[in-house]
């Protein structure tokens, strides 16, 4: 199984701080990581290659040093990686990405000279938050999608997802090819190992431009290709305020909320 | 006095003496008395209402019967016994310490400090009564000095908090013992090391100065923010380690440093743990200097990895099974050379048998790396109905042949033993742990056994304590390892500091 794992690296969330007088992220001196839910897509995808054999392709679309997260992924089971970077893209919403993207991925099959039959990201990044991002991927290649996977099983040429639902879970069959993103799987992603963490810092990542994507229209790409404005950004004000009903029925709690919500004009 | 009678220790109020024939007198009416718990007892009032009344109008927390908290009356080993205290109170400040010490004193009543209790040796347990000082409140961080590299804090603040503190300043406070959530104020009184101890010293190395509030209720400062000093006696290192008997310490100037721009982790395993204990010494002979080096064997691994939730640590590799871990920790001032560590410690561990070399290089990955090492302790008590603890240490290069004779004594004895420990610095956990022995067999037992390794670990020469301390659940042994001359001089000490024996009574060198 030939299986293409999107990652985005991103600001290890885990070292930012709030600026206590700006009330802004203070990003200087952060170091950046691969977006937690993408190391489990590829534990994932690593796990299905060592089963059913096949190669596992990083792609990862974001400045040059980016190039950095994806040697991380080298070092722990992908066969290769290819950075997506060019002046055009700058700027692109998840519209504009998700498309330059799924061009990236028709790129990489033609060098690689293989057909992806898995697309695997995670199921956000941790620093845009948009979920959006494969899902697009999935339209633009028309391909059947699975969001929030807790697990991912191959059987008889299909796969078995059990997808993450507010109820439980859901297990869902899903032809090949097909994207899938993922949460936190019950399996963490492995620690790399000395012998390919040593030759991972050796790699070079191929980049490709939108002089490499053949098929790919421009005016789709960067801030053009983008119909997201940017109208104004802020910190949010932290209000703890609540109203907890606990001596009340539950009834009653819950007509008293009623109330409030169409006072306030929410309902 | 006997050197071997233990019962027989005792400290003695100025009016009392030892007779010849080693029984104990009380001057005044010339009878002696034998039963010397009773003349401790004795010794010490009772709280009246009116004196209770006095502690009140110098403290607005002051806590009486059944508003105290029941914790009080222990810390984490409740094996070495448990006594409520008859009032708690939570000074706000050093003079408020000073001003209900000073009534204690003046009408003998026993006070013991207390921090977050944490401990395992039963130090913050008022064994007779009195009042009970809980520091936790005294939480404030109230400066830093960059330019000499200290910061000011209360005693009370959470290790937690100053380390994080410390970081957001690009500082880093370095010591760094297991239980995060101790108050910094206990940490000196205990000396705790910790992980990094190998690297950057125990707590000690890094107090430059301290409040202390004497047993009479006089306020006294010690040390300065100096990096030298050859001023007299250091009555500051008297009190690290006093374990809050010599005098109560309610602020502390501490050394920091420029925290490190980059660190890794890496797990090496090992398919036993004498290979693993062999590698250590190699990486300092290779000039290389980690900031930790822990080893732990595949069980206690796999309990605490259950306990936490989260599984890291390889199982087998290529079908072999993993017996033993090392877990190191590097630091430096870039990824680049952090990255140059990683290569020259895991040459120098595959050289010497590892099996492999795994890298933790992100935040996550540390942090996942330390969790189950962190949570050996909690997962222990977890899965354990009785348990009891050492933490000798002993020289690095007989940590092996000592793990494997401790290992062999459980045996003998009928125990169930888990041990890990800082490899880098000799320092053991050694716990004894049972789920089907009644309470008496247990402590049977683990005298039994405690009495063989204690006389081990001194034979090979090591001492009782690596960071936990005396308290008054090791003084025996305490006795057996230092000799009656060093403990004549400790009880010397303590008289000088506390001539009525009212702080924290009947722990380190006083077994009352």
Redesign the interface.
């Known amino acids: 199984m030939n299986i293409c794992v999107c990652i985005k690296q991103v600001p290890d969330t885990a070292e930012i701080r709030i600026d206590p007088v700006t009330h802004t992220l203070i990003r200087a001196g952060v170091p950046s990581i691969v977006n937690p839910f993408d190391t489990y897509a590829l534990e994932a995808a690593v796990r299905l290659k060592e089963k059913l054999g096949g190669r596992v392709v990083i792609i990862s679309m974001g400045p040059p040093q980016a190039a950095e997260a994806i040697r991380s992924c080298l070092a722990v089971g992908a066969d290769e990686g290819y950075l997506i970077s060019g002046r055009k893209f700058g700027g692109s919403d998840t519209l504009a990405t998700s498309y330059i993207l799924s061009e990236a991925i028709k790129a990489v099959e033609k060098r690689e000279n293989l057909r992806f039959d898995l697309i695997v990201a995670g199921k956000q990044a941790v620093d845009g938050d948009t979920a959006q991002v494969a899902p697009e991927i999935a339209e633009h290649l028309h391909l059947p999608q699975v969001t929030y996977a807790l697990d991912i099983v191959e059987q008889n040429g299909e796969l078995r997802i059990k997808r993450d639902c507010d109820s439980g879970y859901d297990i869902l069959s899903v032809p090949l090819p097909a994207v899938v993103t993922v949460v936190r799987l019950p399996y963490e992603p492995r620690y790399p190992s000395i012998g390919p963490w040593r030759e991972s810092k050796k790699r070079t990542i191929p980049v490709l431009s939108e002089a490499d994507l053949e098929t790919i229209d421009l005016s789709r790409c960067g801030l053009s290709g983008s119909p997201t404005k940017v109208k104004k950004s802020y910190t949010p004000v932290r209000d703890k305020h609540g109203t907890i009903f606990s001596k009340v029925p539950a009834e009653q709690a819950a007509e008293k909320v009623a109330s409030m919500l169409s006072e306030a004009g929410i309902i | 006095m006997t050197a071997t009678g233990i019962e027989d220790i005792i400290m003695l109020h100025d009016e009392q003496h030892i007779s010849a024939s080693g029984a104990v007198t009380a001057s005044d009416e010339g009878i002696p008395i034998r039963k010397k718990k009773e003349v401790l007892c004795g010794m010490y009032n009772q709280l009246t209402p009116a004196l209770v009344e006095r502690i009140r109008s110098v403290s607005d927390h002051v806590f009486a019967g059944t508003d105290i908290n029941p914790d009080y009356a222990r810390d984490e080993m409740p094996v070495y016994g448990t006594k409520m205290p008859d009032l708690a109170v939570q000074p706000r400040s050093t003079e408020e310490v000073a001003a209900i010490m000073k009534i204690c004193y003046e009408n003998n009543i026993p006070v013991t400090p207390r921090g977050m209790g944490t401990g395992l040796v039963g130090g913050a347990v008022p064994l007779y009564g009195g009042v009970l000082m809980d520091l936790s409140k005294m939480n404030r961080i109230l400066s830093y000095d960059l330019e000499n590299f200290v910061v000011n804090i209360e005693a009370g603040v959470l290790l937690a908090d100053l380390a994080a503190d410390c970081l957001?300043r690009g500082m880093m406070y370095p010591p760094d013992p297991g239980e995060k959530f101790a108050c910094v104020g206990a940490n000196v009184a205990t000396n705790a090391g910790g992980m990094r101890a190998v690297k950057y010293g125990t707590t000690r190395d890094y107090v430059r100065a301290m409040t202390v509030v004497l047993p009479s209720g006089e306020i006294t400062r010690m040390g300065a923010t100096v990096s030298k000093t050859s001023s007299g006696y250091s009555l500051m290192n008297l009190m690290i380690g006093s374990e809050g008997t010599l005098g109560i310490i309610t602020e502390l100037t501490l050394k920091i440093i420029p925290a490190p721009k980059a660190s890794a982790s890496l797990?090496i395993p090992f398919r036993d743990l004498r290979t693993a204990l062999a590698t250590v010494p190699k990486f300092r002979m290779n000039h290389m200097d980690p900031q930790a080096i822990e080893f732990m064997e595949r069980q206690i691994v796999t309990l605490s990895e259950r306990y936490v939730g989260?599984?890291?640590f390889p199982q087998e590799l290529g079908g072999e099974p993993i017996n033993a871990y090392l877990l190191l920790t590097l630091d430096g001032r870039s990824?680049e050379e952090v990255?140059r560590q990683?290569?020259q410690a895991?040459d120098i561990a595959?050289e010497a048998g590892a099996m492999?070399?795994?890298?933790?290089?992100?935040?996550?990955?540390i942090?996942?790396?330390w969790a189950a090492r962190s949570s050996f302790l909690e997962a222990i008590m977890e899965e354990t109905k009785l348990l009891d603890e050492c933490d000798v240490v002993v020289p690095v290069n007989k940590i092996a042949d000592y793990l494997e004779f401790v290992n062999e004594q459980g045996r003998k004895c009928g125990l169930e033993i888990k041990t890990f420990g800082h490899a880098g610095d000799g320092n053991l956990h050694i716990y004894q742990c049972s789920n089907d022995l009644d309470e008496a067999e247990f402590k049977k037992r683990v005298d039994a056994f405690f009495d063989i390794i204690y006389r081990e670990a001194t034979a090979c020469g090591g001492l009782v304590s690596g960071e936990h301390g005396i308290g008054s659940g090791k003084i025996r042994y305490l006795v057996d390892s230092v000799g009656e001359t060093n403990m004549e001089l400790m009880r010397g000490i303590k008289k000088v500091f506390d001539p009525k024996m009212i702080l924290n009574p009947g722990k380190v060198c006083c077994q009352l």
């Open positions: 957001s797990i989260k599984a890291v990824t990255d990683i290569d895991a595959l492999d070399v795994l890298i933790a290089d992100t935040h996550n990955r942090k996942d790396a």
